[in-house]
């Protein structure tokens, strides 16, 4: 396999199940060195074991994405161990509820808006500086089709923000010579069900890290 990824540095969010895990096997069979990061320190543990064991380089940091100081040791902690990061995956999010506006629960409500919006703006806060200072990147913020085109944003407002990633926010990309990318998937699968299923995942996990990341 072509060691695509070689000496690069990636950061996933949400890396202790499903999508973040298999996305950070992903990367890691390309020769990426990979920071997964996640609440769950058994999970984020056991992605950084599958990786070890199949050959590759992963370390694990524990953060809650809606917490700045935690969000900003990660980083710190990306720049500490490997000096700089190239890739980005800003997959950490939460389920909300399927309902009309004035059946929304309101807790429910705040907690998505924490994980699923702010905790994106936070991670974007702290990884674009660690960019800067080494003149390149890329950040992908990862949502749910229920926010794009197809989705019914009725039932789902709270995917239907980073689906519609503010124009400024390009702009600024755009400026320093960056690319900053939404990705739209069907289905945030956190417990994979069988092997057929990893690999289904991982399948489209590669294509999507190639088509994004070049």
């Keep these: 396999m072509t060691k695509s990824f070689a000496a690069k540095v990636v950061l996933i969010t949400g890396g202790a199940s499903g999508i973040g895990r298999v996305a950070a096997g992903a990367f890691a069979e390309h020769g990426a060195s990979v920071v997964v990061s996640d609440q769950a320190v058994a999970g984020g543990e056991e992605t950084v074991r599958m990786i070890s064991k199949a050959g590759g380089k992963s370390v694990f940091v ?43 629960p309101e807790a429910i409500w705040t907690d998505v808006m924490n994980v ?12 674009i500086p660690l960019m800067l200072r080494q003149a390149g990147g890329v950040i992908i913020n990862l949502s ?13 407002p709270e995917v239907a923000n980073i689906s519609s990633i503010p124009l400024r926010w390009r702009e600024e990309f ?41």
């Design 62 to 104: 524990k953060a809650d994405v809606t917490q700045s100081p935690q969000v900003k040791a990660l980083i710190l902690e990306v720049e500490r161990a490997y000096g700089r990061l190239d890739f980005a995956l800003n997959n950490a999010g939460i389920d909300g509820a399927r309902a009309n506006t004035a059946e929304y």
């Design 116 to 127: 699923n919006l702010t905790g994106v703006f936070l991670c974007m806060k702290y990884e």
């Design 144 to 156: 749910s089709v229920a926010g794009g085109p197809i989705g019914k944003h009725e039932r789902r």
């Design 174 to 214: 755009s400026e320093l010579g960056w690319r900053l990318s939404k990705m739209w998937l069907c289905l945030a699968i956190h417990s994979l069900r069988s092997d057929s299923d990893e690999q289904n995942v991982r399948t489209e996990s590669e294509l999507q890290i190639h088509q994004h990341a070049r």
